[in-house]
């Protein structure tokens, strides 16, 4: 299944309720079927998937509501709300502190976005006054340490890396040990993505992670990367202590329906959304309105 389809699915599923003459126990459990079965194939968690279905349950009563209540309106109110309740995480992101030095590890694949988002982040808090640093301990691509040079020019913020080192742990822990020296508030170590899920990237990032004991450890995750999500962000998780995920390029045609899947496998919160290539393009993850979007 196409991700994008997720939320389509879901709509649709809720739509044909208009259709039904009566809405009774069987139109909702047909109707709870496909949501269920949508999320499902989206590799979102069982657990997940039999609370939404127990819940709508518990909170419509079909046979008992009162006539003239409009069930087909509750039904879809409480599904969109158990969504919404399946996107906000339990688990509260790290709060980042002023005039306390906070270092956060970003992690993804390539192409995910990460170094972007990386640029993003800083600008985010330079433009709330913070003093940000860029580390790059991304040694593995050519051209990445120019490419967060760049970015960081751009927006202004200092960059720490190197085009002869090939450590990219030793790059990271310099790069936070120069930040920290100078009392920056907020230390930003961007590191490498390979294309698949990869045994020595996740070593490299164990590596760097242990020698920069980082405060936060964020995950980038491109909104269109199908159906692998779930399973990509797992490998991340069990391997650094990711404590939130950031979901990019929603911009386009994905809807993001990925993102349940990543905030199941990750058990974290998402804490921002990328909408575009600019650096503000960025936006606060607000779950509503991404559920909204996901079933528009
Ligand atoms: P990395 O390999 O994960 O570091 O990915 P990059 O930061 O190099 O981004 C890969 C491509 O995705 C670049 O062309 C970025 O401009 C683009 N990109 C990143 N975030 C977004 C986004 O939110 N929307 C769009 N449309 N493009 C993005």
Redesign the pocket.
Known sequence: MVLGELGTRISNALRKLQNATIIDEEVLKECLGEVTKALLQSDVNVNYVKRLRDQVLLQVNVESDAAGTNKRKLIQRAVVGELQSMLESEKKPYQMKKGKINVVMFV?????????????YAYNYLRKGWRVGLVCA?TF?AG?FD?LKQNATRIKVPFYGSYTETDPVKIAQEGVEYFRSQNYDLIIV?TS?RHRQEAALFEEMEQVEAAINPDEVIF?M??SIGQSCYDQALAFKKSVKVGSVIV?????HAKGGGALSAVAATESPIIF?????QFD??EQFEAKSFIRRLLG
């Open positions: 993804g694949l390539q192409g995910s976005g990460k170094t972007t988002t990386c640029a993003k991304d691509r990445a490419q961007d993505g980038v491109d909104s990019t390029k929603l911009d386009g959304i990328g909408t575009g290539e393009d960025f």
